[in-house]
């Protein structure tokens, strides 16, 4: 007997399964790579190739020698066989012909791979508001709008050009927020970290355009390793966005990142991720590791840093961006959609550190599980004894898809004060069959009351979005969980 | 669609779910104009005959026929006969978190329009149809702003259910104990809105455990169906008579 059930809810299923991973492709160019191993000389080695100040090679080395003696977090609530870190390679960059006056003179081949991915480079068709640095593997390969940025004295470029060009910002911020020690991952990425992102507002800017970087990975053995840093000086206020995507492989790769944000009196950062790197197949095999540290300081007093991410790829994501609320009246946000599907992982969440006399912080994390997935929110709220009139509001919701999945959550509140306001929120339901069914009876497709549902369930995050993100936001989780109800 | 042939036409249906056989042989034949009272003992088969009616893939019809306007339903998608005419009201209206009954209103009103080409509403011109609805079963437009059916009272579930039956406006409702679980007040509302939604073009099939409805809202027909067939036809008389006899009598 052919259950009814299944064939009315999955031919609509499988119709909208089709479409399968669209960024999966993998582009085929001349690389430079380092052998995969890593060790000392690796670490010398990438800093001799990136020509790096003194400075930065003792940065490196100092990073190695204290992740040498660290071994991998086990307290996260994720699963996956031992990593060997011998077997993966540290440096892979496109081989470059020459050095580049410009971006037209960027491999085709590199350009079209970004064009590919929604992503222009070309002076022609670029994206009007949106100034971009592109990440290829281990290097950043472009970055637009440079010199329009620069009148106004928005420094914006990758982080390698930044170490040669304004190494005194980068000696005294890097690693000032995620110090070397703070954990295994940020060791690895502060030993062997090849390229990322820079940029620094002036006091009293408005940054005129929002920056952004995108990060691909294409090589099948190599980790990415890059490291994010933006200052916000006095008054200032900036809009960043990054996105990511890498191609389909059975193999695992690691992608081990740090972004550091550092906002000084009276400025605002808006940092937003539409994470959609490859999750693996649907039994499994293949995708990425993401082992993120993201980490914002308010030094100033009323300054700000606001978090918004959208977590729809990787096999396994460890992930906790977080702020430390030093200034005064400083104000710390942190808006999550995660989203969890076959045989997915996810373990993140926010750590709100408050230190300043009236530091606000506000938590919001929705996290959407299907199939066999586990989805997990941790989270810690600290107000220390410092932190007179603290205030802190959080919210975790949980949805359910079908009978399989797992959510959880972990929210850790330690108060030092007794002037401190918190407020915490949870709460967990499910869409299931006779949800979609009550749909269905009144008329209602499929695939619209899944999108309905969904953006319901996520519309607190997707208005703190910038525009051009909120509607693929919509679209994506869609597209995530086609083939999970039923 | 022959004008002579039945709104509903049941013949000899036999549905299962998970491989158990609930429906054995069902027949019955609901014209327009008609109201259909089916009563009968817990598990006689009564709430799956309605979600067979309306297509809920989890009940297979191993064997028989239903007939809507003229036409055999089987093969449609509970969404489609939706389109066609066949309305639903719940015994137990889900919570469907995130979703705003506003808007679950007007997308189930606006995907009927698109099915048949007419034109559809955008949220305010939809806010003046919805709230002339409202009205008719005594709900406050506050009501629209919440998540559909998420901390409602059971009688304001029920409710909601009506509400939708009007707005909708199908031609057959199959109304599955919506009496229960109600007190007087709001089964004179419910009432209320049933007997305004009911005209000659309409047919209604009543899924009730107690004659109280009755009292409100006048059957063409009362039937009885035990397990899973329906062994005796009457009229209201019938409902009071069992209302004083009980069920075994006619087994």
Redesign the interface.
């Known amino acids: 007997?052919?259950?009814?059930?299944?064939?009315?809810?999955n031919t609509n299923i499988t119709n909208l399964v089709n479409k399968t991973y669209q960024y999966g492709f993998s582009t085929n160019i001349e690389k430079d790579i380092i052998e995969r191993g890593l060790n000392e000389e690796t670490v010398k080695l990438i800093s001799k190739k990136k020509r790096e100040p003194e400075f930065l090679l003792k940065f490196r080395l100092r990073a190695y020698k204290k992740w040498k003696q660290m071994s991998e977090p086990e307290w996260a609530y994720l699963k996956f066989p031992q990593i060997n870190y011998q077997d993966i390679i540290y440096y892979s960059a496109p081989k470059a012909q020459k050095k580049l006056k410009n971006l037209n003179e960027v491999d085709p081949e590199l350009l079209k791979t970004f064009e590919k991915l929604g992503i222009s480079l070309t002076e022609q068709k670029r994206l009007a508001n949106v100034a971009i640095d592109a990440v290829f593997d281990s290097v950043s390969i472009g970055t637009t709008f440079k010199k329009e940025l620069r009148e106004c004295g928005v420094l914006f470029c990758s982080i390698s050009e930044a170490v040669i060009n304004y190494s005194e910002s980068i000696q005294k911020y890097l690693g000032s927020v995620v110090p070397i020690g703070d954990n295994y991952f940020s060791a690895l990425n502060s030993a062997v970290f090849t390229d990322g992102s820079f940029c620094r507002i002036p006091k009293d800017t408005i940054c005129p355009l929002d920056l952004s970087t995108y990060f691909r990975i294409n090589d099948q053995n190599a980790g990415q390793f890059e490291r994010t840093l933006i200052i916000a000086e006095k008054n200032s206020k900036v809009n960043y966005l990054e996105g990511c995507t890498a191609p389909q492989y059975d193999t695992n790769q690691l992608h081990a990142a740090i972004v550091e944000l550092v906002s000084l009196e009276f400025a605002t950062i808006k940092y937003s991720t539409v994470q959609n790197w490859y999750t693996g197949d649907k039994f499994g095999n293949g995708g990425i590791y993401n082992f993120v540290t993201k980490r914002g300081i308010c030094v100033g007093a009323n300054s700000k840093i606001s978090w918004t991410q959208v977590e729809t790829g990787s096999a396994i994501t460890w992930k906790y961006p977080s702020c430390i609320l030093i200034g005064d009246n400083s104000q710390g946000e942190f808006y999550s959609v995660a989203l969890t599907n076959n045989y997915q992982q996810a373990d993140t969440g926010t750590k709100m550190t408050h230190i300043g006399k009236n530091s606000r912080s506000r938590i919001i994390s929705k996290g959407i599980s299907a199939k066999k997935s586990k989805n997990s929110y941790r989270g810690f709220v600290n107000v220390t004894k410092k932190a007179i009139g603290a205030k802190n509001y959080s919210q975790c919701d949980s949805?359910l898809i079908g009978n399989l999945s797992n959510a959880n959550t972990f929210p850790v509140i330690f108060v030092q004060n007794s002037t401190t306001k918190i407020e915490h929120e949870a709460?967990i339901?499910k869409i299931g069959?006779?949800?979609i069914?009550?749909?269905?009876?009144?008329?209602?497709?499929?695939e619209?009351a899944v999108e309905?549902?969904?953006?319901?369930?996520c519309?607190e995050i997707f208005t703190e979005l910038p525009l051009e993100f909120s509607a693929e936001a919509d679209k994506l989780l869609t597209l995530k969980l086609e083939g999970s109800v039923g | 669609m022959n004008l002579k042939s039945p709104l509903l036409e049941v013949k000899n249906l036999q549905v299962s779910i998970n491989e158990n056989q609930i429906l054995k042989n069902l027949n019955l034949k609901v014209n327009k104009g008609e109201i259909h009272a089916i009563m009968g003992p817990n598990g006689s088969g009564k709430s799956t005959f309605s979600k067979a009616l309306a297509g809920h893939p989890a009940y297979l019809v191993s064997n028989g026929d239903i007939f809507f306007k003229g036409f055999s339903i089987l093969q449609l998608e509970p969404e489609q006969r939706s389109h066609l005419g066949i309305f639903l009201a719940f015994q137990y209206p889900i919570e469907i978190p995130g979703v705003s009954n506003e808007d679950f209103l007007r997308l189930a009103y606006n995907s009927k329009q698109k099915f048949y080409n007419r034109p559809q509403l955008d949220p305010i011109e939809f806010l003046n149809v919805i709230c002339e609805k409202l009205k008719l079963v005594n709900m406050s437009p506050l009501f629209l702003s919440r998540n559909v059916n998420e901390g409602f009272s059971g009688g304001e579930k029920k409710r909601n259910e009506i509400l939708q039956m009007i707005l909708l406006d199908s031609e057959l409702a199959i109304l599955d104990e919506t009496d229960s679980g109600l007190d007087i007040d709001a089964l004179k509302i419910i009432s209320t809105g049933i007997n305004n939604f009911m005209n000659p073009s309409k047919s209604i099939i009543l899924i009730t455990h107690y004659q109280r409805l009755l009292d409100y809202i006048n059957p063409t027909y009362v039937h009885v169906m035990h397990d899973g067939m329906i062994i005796k036809t009457g009229t209201a008389e019938l409902a009071k008579e069992l209302e004083n006899k009980g069920y075994e009598w006619l087994q």
């Open positions: 007997m052919i259950n009814k059930s299944n064939k009315v809810l949805l709460s339901s069959e006779e949800q069914f009550y749909f269905l009876q009144r008329g209602i497709y499929f619209k309905l549902m969904l953006s319901g369930f519309r």
